[in-house]
């Protein structure tokens, strides 16, 4: 193979390389493609355990909403059982 040929490959290569990783990079962080906007909650009430999906942002919304002085994070109110004893479910 000629010469000039091997090189338009290799930058051809390298190009198409870089921008999977910017694709890859992009989806994997802040907002891109496939990251969720939802938070699961978990009602900690012993007799509901009920666990729904609340969007992210009207989750930060009520959190600063409610966020006392002391900076503990704030129960939200279950809709199946009313109690102030919904949290994030931790991965």
Not at 32 to 55: P, S
């Amino acid at each position: 193979m000629e010469e000039g040929k091997k090189k338009m490959i290799m930058i051809v290569v390298i190009v198409a390389c870089l921008v999977a990783a910017g694709i890859i990079t992009y989806s994997t962080r802040s907002g891109g493609i496939g990251v969720t906007t939802a938070v699961w909650l978990k009602c900690r009430n012993a007799d509901c355990e009920h666990e729904w999906q609340m969007d992210k942002e009207d989750y930060a919304a009520y959190v600063r909403e409610h966020m006392g002085s002391t900076r503990v994070q704030p129960a939200i109110i279950c809709p199946k059982c009313g109690e102030e004893s919904g949290y994030p479910v931790e991965e």
